[in-house]
């Protein structure tokens, strides 16, 4: 498989179901840069035994990536690093990070893999990141992965006013590249299975439960085994959010296995599927949902509503006459006239943020908006003027009578006059989009 595209891979899974081995394979093929916990762990000084033995020193690690013609991570952070990083939930006070699945997810996941594989895409590598996911982790850590950004759960969208909530050590994040969620799963007993014949054999594991645990029990025992899957299940409820793969490697090759994965990163780098705000019908943030799970293609399934930002731009303060964007062929509802500017609001940016984005991509050929072209957020509201679109509108308005510049997402912009204009939406309905129909009723 060949991509000019960058692109990195967030592939999810428990202990035992056949990731390493998959990604190992699939890496291979496309000359990708695999990155996994004992990697991170070897690139952040964190030396507790794993299961595959005593971590090779820095040095050693990289000779066997360059020896294996594999690419080379191009930055690493030591602990001492990773332990002043902030975090807006909370700060990190142990003095030595364990191997528990959500200290990894939680600052190695974060802070490293996020910090190296982002060098690496600046440098035109794509990587492989494997990550271990569990109960423990609250939702919203993909989502913080992905975009870099970390809003408080049940705030209200329209009171987002700035971005303090942004992880400053991971911007620029993967907005910016594709993303290709992978899940692996497998089928329990199998998963037993492989969790006991790998516990017989991990020299180490007594060693970092103290020799108090005999590793091989809690996977033999079905009581523990069931409470073992209940904290690590196999089916996380956050994907359900995100455009994702799953792989059931029960009965299938690693080689069959990263084919999969090739055909599925060749999709994923040509759509379109931005990371956006999951709101309830209030505007309170929920977390995050891809744009293709939120607007699912087809009209009668029900979508995830989710924030959308929306502006009209008079031309006086006595709003006699309005601008409006008539949409080009190829976006979604061609050839009507709506909005003077509008679209998705994207995880992580602020109302403000992101209508000043669109306005700049819409009406000024992405240049910087005049300075007298002032936004003033008027208006929020839920909406859902088709079955799967179902949104949040945050609306702004402004008043300028300059110049236009529209991008390639507008075939026309111009000012209508209010009152014709109503009328001929009145005579003409179907030449204008539902958003602004709606809107307009609001305001007259």
Known sequence: ??????????????????????????????????????????????????????????????????????????????????????????SLNETHLGETYERHFKYQVYLNFAKIAIDNLEAGVSSALECLPNTRVKDGTLAAMISGANPIIDLRIDRYINNELMFPELTPNFRQYPVVLVHFITDP????????????????????????????????????????????????????????????????????LAKEIEAYVSQRIVERDDLLYKLDESGNILGAVNYNIAHPRQESIQGIRHASINCLIFNNHERNK????????????????????????????TPLEGIEGEVSEELFNNQSLPKDLRLKRVDSYSKSTRPNDREYSIYFEAIYNGSFNPGPEVADSRFFDINWLRQDINDNPRKYTGTLKLQLEKLF
């Not at 996380?236 to 690693?254: G, Y």
């Not at 976006?331 to 998705?344: E, M, Y």
């Open 1 to 90: 498989m060949d991509s000019d595209i960058p692109y990195v891979i967030i592939a999810t899974g428990i202990c035992g179901t056949g990731k390493t081995s998959a990604l190992r394979q699939f890496c291979k093929r496309n000359r990708v840069c695999r990155l996994d916990k004992d990697s991170i762990n070897q690139s952040t000084m964190i030396v507790n035994p794993t299961s595959q033995g005593h971590l090779l020193s820095i040095d050693e690690y990289l000779r066997v990536l360059l020896e294996n013609n594999q690419a080379r991570p191009f930055m690493f952070y030591n602990g001492i690093t990773m332990l002043k990083m902030p975090f807006p939930s909370g």
């Open 189 to 256: 007993e199998t998963l037993r299975n492989r969790l006991i014949e790998r516990a017989s054999k991990d020299g180490f594991a007594k060693e970092r439960s103290q020799g108090i645990v005999d590793p091989t029990k809690t996977y033999q025992d079905d009581e523990l085994f069931q409470r073992h899957l209940e904290v690590q299940p196999l089916s996380l409820r956050e994907l359900d959010l995100f455009s994702h793969l799953t792989l059931d490697t029960s009965k299938k090759s690693p080689d069959e």
């Open 322 to 349: 309005v601008l409006l964007s008539l949409r080009g062929k190829n976006v979604s509802r061609p050839n009507l006239w709506g909005d003077s500017a509008s679209g998705n609001l994207v995880y992580g940016d």
